[in-house]
């Protein structure tokens, strides 16, 4: 019989729990079905963008070891979440005050046509060593995406306070039109990540481009963004990044970054793309989006809510049952390949982080990081999401075909009270064997209970607890 891991996840509600009560006498059913195939799973993970890489490195008084301990909960799969992508910023701020990113080509050439003046640190404000820990733990996929161009290449001469790239639809630049001479900056960004041995998978142009901000931000239609896509793809396929997929746009929302990729389809670019990229602040994934491309969502995060580490407590926005429902209908309902939660490590009294390690030197891991790691520890990249047949409305499941062959199954129980369920797989091979419960919850954070029977069927019944999250491992 194939290895089989299984994950069962219940969900919250926004209410405090009530005491447990007696599942119904008629047990569930949840059916695999193998034959029916989704999207490819690329990953779960975080962004460490506006300096979080050298916080975690110490910057902010972080000791050695509980730098040490950060990694291993980030990427760690035995003691940690188990994340496999890592999303960075590329800069284009003049310095690093305050946290900001700096530019790999900070003064202007003087024209679009002039060649741009690089300078490179090895260090990037510690994100060079942080894709190295990343890449050292298993991790392969490592985003970079840039939040503005340049001031000298944008409408406000200012990489702060959004402005428009010289050049696209819309734009009238004394200086001419700097479209090229970005699609080079990214692609010397690469270039510089290739010499400390780091081979970026991903690059964007755009982040939040429906928002004006006081840092480093850039606005674009999908009109405008379709101007730039076929130029970068063509600099980065002449540069030997093929490989390299472009990720657009990075709108606040899904219902925005809808709306710029009609645009962008309109306009012919969509297949210079490789992966449609959206946040969830503005309107959540709870539609997919009209598109073939992958999906994902690359950033979101509790930005109001003061710092927990309550899983299911009073059911308030950071805790970590309502980021486990989260996940779910981004993959269930929007069809998202990716996750990736906004900053994985700071010094924060808010929920922006998976860790946080305020006031200096205190780590503090909250449910968050957990609800993540029972997808990502046991849903690695190159999974797909199968059909999973649910008898009973209160259970929302997902389902993956694992690349080593095996079944990973994902229930979220948005009732109250513990369900006996009957699950079986259709279109495997059957066999006896035992499985491992792994538990989140309250009281546990991904730990080992006692094994399970399956039968020779390839069947199991299970008691689906009320509000916790259990992953089966056979």
Same mark, same amino acid.
């Given at each position: ?17 009530? %005491? ?26 975080? *962004? ?14 972080? *000791? %050695? ?62 994100? &060079? ?39 696209? /639809?819309?734009?009238?630049?004394? /200086?001419?039109?700097?479209?090229? =001479? ?6 010397? !960004? ?18 939040? %481009? ?10 674009? =239609? ?29 709108? /606040? ?18 297949? /210079?793309?490789? #992966? ?36 299911? &407590? ?26 990736? !939660?906004?900053?994985?490590? +700071? ?14 030197? +205190? ?25 999973? +047949?649910? *008898?009973? %409305? ?6 993956? +075909?694992?690349?080593?062959?095996? @079944?990973?199954? #994902? ?27 792994? @538990? ?11 094994? @399970? ?5 390839? =069947? ?15």
């Amino acid at each position: 019989m194939k290895s089989l891991i299984l994950t069962l996840l219940t969900a919250t509600c926004l209410a405090a729990p009530s %005491p447990p009560a007696q599942s119904p006498l008629q047990p569930a059913t949840i059916t695999i079905d193998l034959a029916t195939r989704y999207q490819e799973i690329d990953g779960f993970g975080f *962004s460490s963008a506006f300096q979080r890489s050298a916080d975690i490195r110490g910057k902010k008084g972080l *000791s %050695p070891e509980n730098t040490t301990r950060v990694i291993e909960y980030l990427f760690s799969n035995t003691d940690g979440a188990g994340l496999s992508i890592l999303r960075n910023g590329i800069g284009s701020s003049q310095n690093t005050t305050k946290d900001f990113m700096n530019s790999i080509a900070p003064t202007s050439p003087g024209s679009p046509d002039a060649p741009l003046n690089y300078t490179w640190d090895h260090i990037d404000t510690e994100q &060079v060593w942080l894709s190295q820990q990343a890449l050292s733990h298993g991790v392969r996929t490592i985003y970079a995406d840039a939040w503005s161009a340049p001031a000298y290449m944008k409408t406000n001469n200012n990489d702060s306070n959004g402005g428009m790239l010289c050049g696209v /639809t819309g734009t009238d630049c004394p /200086t001419g039109d700097w479209r090229q =001479s970005y699609a080079n900056y990214l692609v010397q !960004y690469l270039r510089f990540y290739q010499q400390e041995g780091i081979n970026l998978t991903h690059v964007g142009f755009l982040n939040e %481009p429906d928002l004006i901000v006081y840092y480093a931000s850039m606005v674009s =239609s999908g009109t405008q963004a379709a101007d730039v896509l076929p130029i970068l793809r063509s600099t980065l396929d002449a540069a030997g990044f093929s490989h390299v997929e472009i990720a657009c746009c990075e709108a /606040t929302g899904w219902q925005e970054q809808g709306d710029m990729l009609t645009e962008i389809q309109l306009a012919g670019a969509e297949d /210079t793309m490789g #992966v449609v990229a959206s946040h969830g602040y503005s309107s959540q994934p709870k539609l997919p989006l009209p598109t073939t491309k992958k999906v994902w969502q690359t950033e979101w995060a509790d930005l109001d809510g003061t710092w927990t580490t309550h899983w299911d &407590v009073l059911g308030k926005a950071g805790e970590g049952l309502v980021w486990a429902n989260h996940i779910q209908n981004a993959i269930r309902l929007s069809n998202c390949s990716a996750f990736i !939660y906004w900053q994985g490590a +700071e010094n924060t009294t808010g929920n922006s982080a998976l860790i946080s390690f305020a006031p200096g030197d +205190e780590v503090h891991v909250s449910k968050r990081l957990w609800a993540m790691g029972q997808f990502s520890r046991f849903v690695k990249p190159g999974s797909v999401r199968v059909e999973a +047949e649910v *008898s009973l %409305p209160l259970l929302h499941s997902t389902a993956y +075909e694992m690349v080593e062959g095996g @079944v990973a199954l #994902v229930v979220i129980n948005n009732g109250h009270v513990d369900y006996e369920t009957e699950i079986s797989v259709r279109g495997g091979k059957g066999g006896a064997g035992m499985m491992t419960p792994w @538990v989140t919850n309250n009281d546990f954070n991904a730990t080992a209970q006692e094994g @399970v029977q399956v039968s020779e069927g390839g =069947s199991w019944r299970v008691t689906i607890p009320a509000r916790s999250m259990v992953t089966y491992v056979m």
